[in-house]
């Protein structure tokens, strides 16, 4: 069993079990999340039901892990014959989620 969660602005394929990396999310460590916007479960018995655009009563919960940081990006700008560079970054925090169960 599995489904495919929006979050953030993206759409993650969640399995229960699993630990999924999410953008930041305004939670503490070890609280429970319920993600509703359920876009495609798809059932042991291989039945897939699809969202318009969200599966109707479908719930993803989850318990909060930790925080991690992702890799750093580096900006880099530059103005030809003008002697301008400048080079920036920034490392985005992201919210660890552990996938407790899937109800359809």
Same mark, same amino acid.
């Given at each position: 069993m !599995?489904?495919?969660?929006q979050s953030g602005g993206r759409q993650v394929r969640v399995d229960p &079990? +699993?630990?999924? +990396? *999410?953008?930041? /999310?305004a939670v @503490? +460590? &070890?609280? @429970?999340? =319920?993600?509703?916007? #359920? *876009?495609l479960v798809e059932k042991d &018995? $291989?039945? #897939? *039901? +699809? $969202?318009?655009? !969200?599966?109707?009563?479908a719930r993803v919960i989850g318990v909060v892990s930790g925080e991690a940081r992702g890799p750093k990006i580096r900006v880099f700008k530059k103005k030809r014959?003008?002697?301008m560079r400048r080079t920036k970054g920034h490392? %985005?925090?992201? =919210?660890? #989620? /552990?996938?407790? @169960?899937? %109800?359809?």
């Amino acid at each position: 069993m !599995y489904a495919i969660i929006q979050s953030g602005g993206r759409q993650v394929r969640v399995d229960p &079990g +699993t630990v999924v +990396t *999410l953008d930041h /999310m305004a939670v @503490e +460590t &070890g609280q @429970e999340i =319920t993600f509703d916007r #359920v *876009l495609l479960v798809e059932k042991d &018995g $291989g039945q #897939v *039901l +699809t $969202g318009a655009p !969200y599966v109707a009563d479908a719930r993803v919960i989850g318990v909060v892990s930790g925080e991690a940081r992702g890799p750093k990006i580096r900006v880099f700008k530059k103005k030809r014959r003008k002697g301008m560079r400048r080079t920036k970054g920034h490392r %985005s925090v992201l =919210t660890r #989620v /552990m996938i407790r @169960e899937i %109800s359809a």
